[in-house]
């Protein structure tokens, strides 16, 4: 079992940043692959990055592609999601889930957080 919670979001200004943390306890985290997932009101859930379980395989969904960066440190069982260049249209609940399958930003995710607000507005 995995219990997952995230910290960082806010209310930042068009063009802002934010660095949301994502702790997790439990077992072996290291071996779980971490993916950063957002939803926005009356949109679907959309997955924005995932990190494997050592850091080397890293994916994005276009849309954030060279103004988010997702990272690891398993020393402190945290995953980070830099966002810089903030726009409107990030405004979500943002959560973190974990797997131990591939990661392919889909369902594979089994393990959850409670979610944090991002608002990106003027």
């Known amino acids: 079992q995995l219990q997952l919670v995230e910290s960082g979001g806010g209310l930042v200004q068009p063009g802002g940043s934010l660095r949301l943390s994502c702790a997790i306890s439990?077992?072996?985290?290291?071996?779980?692959?971490i993916g950063w997932f957002r939803q926005a009101p009356g949109k679907e859930r959309e997955g924005v990055s995932c990190i494997s379980s050592g850091g080397k395989n890293i994916k994005y969904v276009d849309s954030v592609k060279g103004r988010f960066t997702i990272s690891r440190d398993n020393a402190k069982n945290t995953v980070y999601l830099q966002m810089n260049s903030l726009k409107p249209e990030d405004t979500a609940v943002y959560y973190c889930?974990?797997?131990?399958?591939?990661?392919?930003?889909?369902?594979?995710?089994?393990?959850w957080g409670q979610g944090t607000q991002v608002t990106v507005s003027s």
């Open positions: 889930a974990a797997t131990l399958r591939v990661c392919q930003l889909g369902d594979e995710f089994r393990y």
């Open positions: 439990g077992s072996s985290f290291n071996v779980y692959n």
